[in-house]
DNA sequence: GTTAGTTTGCGTCAGATTAACGCAAACGAA
DNA sequence: TTCGTTTGCGTTAATCTGACGCAAACTAAC
């Protein structure tokens, strides 16, 4: 019998939705194609599957060259398969997200790939290929997830405030929440914990500083929140 | 440049967990193998993906040839991609669930292929492959769907009584379920409505029967069960 | 038909949860 | 020191939940 790859298979293609957090806005890294098809047009970073590579391992590979590091917060979206998705043929496209906080965001403004940009998620340009539709599917995911597991804390860093914690639900849910319930709900479910530190910068410890509980087990994380 | 099929390209797997519910039991379709590699043993049914097919294609394919119908519920599950999870080479899996109601499961009896069987989920014997975490994920996945979207109905008939919606719920989660607290909060979701009629072989028409209200859009179907 | 046991539909109620909002101490800028 | 803002904590009414009672509708046995 002749190998797999002997026969006629589909090319494989990792494409990632990456989110960065930083001063109360959500953006998503978008790569400036330099090559036909869709020349000078947006795209979401990705890369082919090398024969050898776990998906984790081509995330990682897009997440270095582009951004200078990698170890992010990274989950699958979903496996894109419509065959007219890529015009050069056919192509499946697994779809992954990442999330990236404040300091990561930070470090790689130095490390950074020349064509790639963050954008703000209220702004974004039209995508080439189908990938609007897995930017879409992405902030779903995230949003839907950060409500029922403690997501969001990737996207800030280790220590944060309340308001910090706050404003982040606020922006990426893109809704208003009672700020003295939020505190409440978060609290009560015990994840995340007074670390009893005062950040750099302030002058008194009035805003305290909290952490995510990385002892426990994220099952029942619940917020109950209604979306729509 | 090639086509991208000229590249060396894994080879790309639909798998399948096929869900089917009667008689107050859950049951998943197995595919005995004949051939090596794990010749004798059990399987989810699977293909490989043709160039010109979609996902989709794909699985209405695997289902014809094996339960002798396809347009059952279908859902796309998660894309596995262990290098070591098919001995022949890489290949990668993307699994999908489906669910057959008892009427498909009865029609079936009479069309289903030889080599594949309906099994108890609570005896699944061990499975070939990387397919016992696959049919796990499935099995979590219709569990806590089928608490904030309306997808348990996939498993019943058109019609159904209060009764067996709740036996339903209290088999797939295996977990007992109040009976008139489950009532309640269904009625209250407004997903399901009285149909007035009366069934066949039924006296009288006491217990009521009701259908899936397919008219409204399923964002905010939840039942607030906790699992765990 | 009558009777006895089961199923089904509906209701009650105490305790928990939620949304909305008040308030004062802590804070920072003038 | 003063004043407006931020932050932490509390209150309350309305709603939701889980646990369970009850009788009408039904079935099966006699």
Redesign the pocket.
Known sequence: MKPFHAYKNPALAVDLAVFGYSDNELSVLLLNRRDEPFAGGWTLPGAFLQMEETFSDTCSRILQTKLGMDKLYLEQLYTFDDPGRDPRGRAISVAYYALVNPATLQVSAGTMAHDVKWMNHKKMPPLAFDHREIYKMALQRLRSKMLYFPVGFELLDDEF???ELHELYECVLDMSL????F???ILASEYILPTGAKREG???????LYSFNKKLKPSNFQL???LS
Do not use: A, F, G, V
């Open positions: 405030t309340m308001t009672d700020r003295r319930n505190r409440r709900k302030l002058q008194n410890r009035h805003p305290e109950n929140i209604n």
